[in-house]
């Protein structure tokens, strides 16, 4: 029974997506840091568990990265809403990680079932956009921090967008055009 705990800490972290979003959309900007950071450690906590005790599922190794995708791409989207990040920023963003949905849909289907590992500037890329996630969070919040931390972090996640979508058609999407072709 203890087993399910990291799963059931996953599912939490789906029902915060929406709170979450709401909060940004409406200004309230220090719940949603709260919610944001409560979903972060909770990330950290169902994966060392279920490394730690050897809980793991299928359901939480389909789960836990789609909780993280679901709560980075409505935080990204709230952000758009609100204004807090340039629409050509948000756009950049979305658009790479179209770019590697469809490859990775490609993949599956031209390689029977056999997925595409995560490259390393993608780890990079995701814990930049959760470091400017919070920045731009506590930077409405408090106004303490420097404006233009948010643009240094906005300038990190640029760079690893940059290195992630090439190490990805580099590798995977040359995979895929050999096969296609």
């Known amino acids: 029974m203890l087993s399910l705990i ?8 789906f029902a915060l997506v929406i709170p979450i979003s709401i909060f940004i959309y409406q200004g309230n900007d220090f719940l949603a840091l709260i919610l944001f950071i409560l979903a972060g450690l909770s990330d950290g906590l169902d994966g060392f568990l279920a490394r730690k005790y050897d809980w793991t599922s299928e359901f939480g190794q389909f789960a836990d990265p789609l909780a993280d995708k679901c709560l980075i791409l409505a935080t990204l989207l709230a952000f758009a809403f609100s204004e807090k990040l ?8 979305l658009s790479r990680d179209g770019i ?3 490859g990775a849909m490609l993949h ?3 390689f029977e079932n056999r997925q595409a590992l995560p490259n390393r500037w993608g780890k990079h890329y995701t814990g930049w956009t959760i470091a400017l996630f919070i920045i731009v969070l506590a930077q409405s919040s408090f106004d303490l921090l420097p404006f233009y931390l948010s643009w240094i972090a906005m300038a990190g996640v640029i760079f690893f ?4 979508l090439f190490t990805y058609l580099r590798n995977e999407g040359k995979t895929i055009f050999k096969e296609i072709l």
Do not use: A
């Open 86 to 93: 340039p629409i050509w920023f948000v756009y950049l963003m």
């Open 161 to 164: 967008v940059v290195l992630s």
């Open 108 to 110: 599956l289907l031209l």
């Open 6 to 13: 990291p799963n059931l800490i996953t599912v939490m972290r």
């Open 100 to 102: 590697i949905l469809i």
